[in-house]
């Protein structure tokens, strides 16, 4: 006999239970896994839709009480068969429950009461509405200033607050709608980007290179051929210039089309560009929306209303029912790994994902993932290059600057004498600079000079770190103090923040360059939502001459006026406890050359390092991609790392720090049994704490597993798996599994 794990309704009821039926043999050859059927429910036995996620020969409990499938849905959607297969494969691949899988992939239904909320946008420019400001003002249309005021400012707001904090009557909003200026929508949309004529862009010619990509892709698609792509291809190759076309030519065929980008790149620039080829066949998914706003988009995908969804990680699950592409633009950006079970990788799920829908893949970078580069020489992925910048924009000039050859000339300022000088000119030349520190969590430590003692979190295992001049924040927990005016273990009073923030550079700038505009991003200033996105186009508008901020600055944006870019301190990455800081290090500082003189005008990368030497900035100073790669390939084969080996990290927790020890502990010991037949023995390192060993009163341990073959540390995580559920292992300890970690525990 055969029975069949079922989810009962799934986009109405909690997902809290798996209820198993019987098989019965007439069906037997149609059900598998992601079927959808009908069976007998409670104690009416009405009818109930429900999902099969697992096929097994025993049905675990009392016979007698098992109800056996009554149908399968023939017209069952193929896409939730297709999801609920891809959430299966996420949950064996990544290790989670049934439950956190299947909320992964599949879209919820917005939960009773949840009210949408109607919010106005700016249809106009920011330029534009500046005028329109003015004209406002001077027929002094008190109540329309203020509301484009607040537009400009923040982008878009919700119609209560336009009505009541600003004050603006309904027949006031109307007549603005009215007139083109704003518009309004039933969701936090991105703000809609305009497709009109005014906003159109132009749509270039694919130049040679660009085209021979396409070419390859386009003659496998015609042919039925479905392959993953890497798109490699230099900052300002034109990588989205050939997405469009290929994005083109599967509409073409009738198909539809999935476009990842990193949330942080996700700006109103980005989605212009897709909404200007396809107007409004395209759709945006982002964080910011609520459940219930995203179900409502996921619905138009799957109705065929549009055609195109651009979306972070989680628009991997549109449901579309033609699927034929999967882009993921910038590929090497650690946010496609999702930090919640399952701990996903977008990369390898959209491939499984586009294998079920018979989908092409596009990866697209100019610092590929070692992993990605490597399976494109193997064959794995197809490669296609382009070499060149568009038009005559040509790579940056890099300068390496060694910060110790600084210090001997007594230059003790954060700016070396090349940067102060560049700076000075690029200000006077009326062009834009940008600078940046490669770490988060960059503000000041407080520590006593005297004994050296540092103010830590009383919950987490981290140094508290000072903004502005008194109050200390955890950037883990969220704990706040003021800063003692004393040291609290020697009293002293020599009591000082060290390290450099965003704030502090900011502070030195001006002292150096007290007549530029600068404008700061970092996590400090892009708390509310649209934060981010504002300063950016504040930038961008030339409302600034200096914009100063973490790494978050330097990803993806395009600044046609930013001639100098700087990395301040470009080793603090480097030495992370981390196998991958080297090639994030590249990565950033790659990136972050790609942003100066996009434009027309020249542009100038200056690296402030200690480590001139470390091949991730030698070879990133010089744009070597291939060079980078060929010394981090060694140096992952040489320790195991992936992808020349997998990784397993089984993480542990608990607010018992005796309980977790002995947990860990005997798990691996029982690991340690469990692997002494294999033909090859996996390296098992640990169990270690944590790299912060307590957040929020909880502590932290972790054993890595490194393993050539992946399905062997799938084995192991099943074999952890049951440890846990039959109680061999006690303590109250919650484990989980992280795959080919991209950020070390
Ligand atoms: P990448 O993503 O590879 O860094 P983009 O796609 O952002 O590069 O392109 C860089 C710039 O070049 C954009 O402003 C884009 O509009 C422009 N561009 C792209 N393709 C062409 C082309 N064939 N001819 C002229 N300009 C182009
Ligand atoms: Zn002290
Ligand atoms: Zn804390």
Known sequence: MAYAEIIIDISTTALDRIFTYEIPEALAGDIEIGTSVKVPFGRGNSLRTGYVIRIKDEAGYDLSKIKAISEVVCDSSLVEGQLLRLAYWMKENYGSTYIQALMTVLPMKAKIGEKMLTYLHLNISLEDAKKELEICEAKHYKAKARLIKALIESG??????????????AATI?????????IETAERKLRNPKTGKEGALPNYPLNEEQKAAFDIFDKD???????????????????TEVYLSMIEEVIKEGKEAIVLIPEIALTYQTVRRFANRFGDLVTVIHSRLSAGEKYDQFERAKKGEVKVVIGPRSALFTPFSNLGLIVIDEEHENSYKSEQAPRYHARETAIYRAKLADASVVLGSATPSVESYERALNGEYKLLTLKNRVSDAKLPVVSVVDLREELKAKNFTMFSRELQKDLRATLDRGEQSMLFINRRGMAGFVSCIDCGHVIKCPHCDVSLKLHGDNLMI????????????????????????FGTGTEKVCEALKKLVPDARILRMDADTTKDKEGHERILEEFASGDADILVGTQMIVKGHDFPKVTLVSALAADLSLFEQDFRSAEKTFDLLTQAA????????????IIQTRHPDAYAIACASKQDYIGFYNQEIAFRRLADYPPKSHMLAVMMQSASHEELLSYSEKLKHFLDEYIKDFTKLPKIIGPAEAYVYKVKDIYRRVIY?????YQALIDIKNCVERLVWDGSLKGRVSTFFDFDPMVMF
Not at 594 to 605: D, I, T
Request: glycine share 12%; aromatic share 8%.
């Open 705 to 709: 597993v490194k393993y050539a073959d």
């Open 221 to 239: 698609y015609k042919a039925g051929i479905r392959e993953t792509y890497l798109l490699f291809g230099v900052t300002g190759a034109g990588k």
């Open 474 to 497: 955890c950037h883990y927990c969220g704990y706040k103090m003021i800063k003692p005016s004393i040291c609290p273990e020697c009293s002293s009073k020599h009591i000082k923040a």
């Open 594 to 605: 790609g942003r100066a003189g996009r434009g027309s005008l020249k542009g100038k990368m």
């Open 156 to 169: 878009t707001m919700a119609k209560t607050s336009a009505s009541k904090e600003l004050n603006v009557s």
């Open 174 to 182: 109307k007549s603005l709608i009215n007139s083109g200026t704003i």
